[in-house]
């Protein structure tokens, strides 16, 4: 059974930059054809980041597309998520996730269990 | 981007209740849609995909339908374990959005 586990700083400063790592167990990253990043800001709703295939490409939510890069190191069996020019708008729970397993199966599972990143000084 | 509305905001319920929750996109996503139960702490857990196929594990009180706009999720008979926040999902075009949550809390 694939696990997902997020990691990274938890405290990032204004302007700076937030990087998270996505560690995948339990089997090869090649094992699905997407992997995405999806945040929850405080008390909000769900907001998909973007998403890398494991042969590297990606898509990226156009909202934060010019912030945003996600890549892949299956050397690893991890992949990354890399959001530039941060503000306090950016504080958020940051989880990783696979989403597709095959064509169509586009919807989210399993999840990481998610790490809170603050943005302050 | 395709716009998702779920309705209503807050449900307020008993054990024992059917509960349905609605689920609206602003353009025709076929049956490309998710829904999800998230406790608080936790992350999303899927239940349905494809509009009514329900994720293996999930207990047969769930169901979805809809196709198009518009889309239901139901619990049969509210359970104790049931009270959360559900978010529907469309992955029929980028970017992939989810709507704005239902919290389904003890009345």
């Known amino acids: 059974q694939v696990q997902l586990q997020e990691s990274g700083p938890g405290l990032v400063k204004p302007s700076g930059t937030l990087s998270l790592t996505c560690a995948v167990s339990?089997?090869?990253?090649?094992?699905?054809?997407?992997w995405s990043w999806v945040r929850q800001p405080p008390g909000k709703g769900l907001e998909w980041i973007g998403e890398?295939?494991?042969?590297?490409?990606?898509n990226y939510n156009p909202s934060l597309k010019s912030r945003v890069t996600i890549s892949v190191d299956k050397s690893k069996n991890q992949f990354s998520l890399k959001l530039n020019s941060v503000t306090a708008a950016d504080t958020a729970v940051y989880y990783c996730?696979?989403?597709?397993?095959?064509?169509?199966?586009?919807?989210?599972?399993?999840w990481g269990q998610g790490t809170l990143v603050t943005v302050s000084s | 981007d395709t716009q998702m509305t779920q309705s209503p905001s807050i449900l307020s319920a008993s054990v024992g209740d059917r509960v349905t929750i609605t689920c609206r996109a602003s353009q025709s996503i076929s049956t490309w849609l998710a829904w999800y139960q998230q406790k608080p702490g936790k992350a999303p857990k899927v239940l349905i995909y494809k509009a009514s196929d329900l994720e293996s594990g999930v207990p047969s009180r769930f169901s979805g339908s809809g196709s198009g706009t518009e889309f239901t999720l139901t619990i049969s008979s509210l359970q104790p374990d049931d009270f959360a926040t559900y978010y529907c999902?469309?992955?029929?075009?980028?970017?992939?959005?989810f709507g704005q949550g239902t919290k389904v809390d003890f009345k």
């Open positions: 890398v295939h494991h042969s590297g490409g990606t």
């Open positions: 999902q469309q992955y029929n075009n980028y970017p992939w959005t």
């Open positions: 339990g089997g090869s990253i090649s094992i699905s054809n997407w």
């Open positions: 996730a696979s989403n597709g397993w095959f064509g169509s199966s586009r919807w989210f599972d399993p």
